[in-house]
């Protein structure tokens, strides 16, 4: 359907796509308030005022079906010196690792499989702060 639709727009190059000249009919993109709907992830990121969530980050990690997730505060630890050329990854190595006491870490017992189920559990633990 939409083929037959733009098929007179197509232009041969790198994709081919539409070239579509006015995006005004189409439709805007639902605006949501993320603020409002994670209030303490907000906190957690300094954009809004907590008495209870300090200013702070997630760690998220997955391997295979074992989930691993670490909510810190305060401040990171420096980085290691590294012998890696400038640039990879490996020259930040444990740089998101907390220099405090973490809020939060979870090794075991959370299935999370998208960003919602991740923001989800991370709002639900802050606010049992």
Do not use: M
Request: hydrophobic share 30%; net charge positive.
């Amino acid at each position: 359907q939409l083929r037959k639709k733009y098929k007179s727009n197509e232009r041969r190059g790198f994709c081919d796509a539409p070239k579509v000249e006015d995006h005004t009919s189409y439709p805007g993109p639902l605006t949501v308030d993320l603020q409002k709907l994670f209030p303490k992830i907000a906190a957690l990121a300094g954009l809004r005022k907590d008495k209870r969530v300090p200013k702070g980050w997630i760690s998220f990690s997955k391997h295979g079906d074992q989930c691993g997730l670490v909510i810190c505060k305060g401040n990171a630890r420096e980085p290691s010196k590294s012998k890696a050329p400038k640039g990879l990854a490996f020259e930040g190595e444990n740089q998101h690792e907390s220099v405090e006491e973490p809020l939060f870490r979870v090794s075991s017992g959370i299935d999370i499989s998208g960003l919602h189920d991740l923001f989800c559990v991370v709002e639900g633990l802050l606010r049992t702060l």
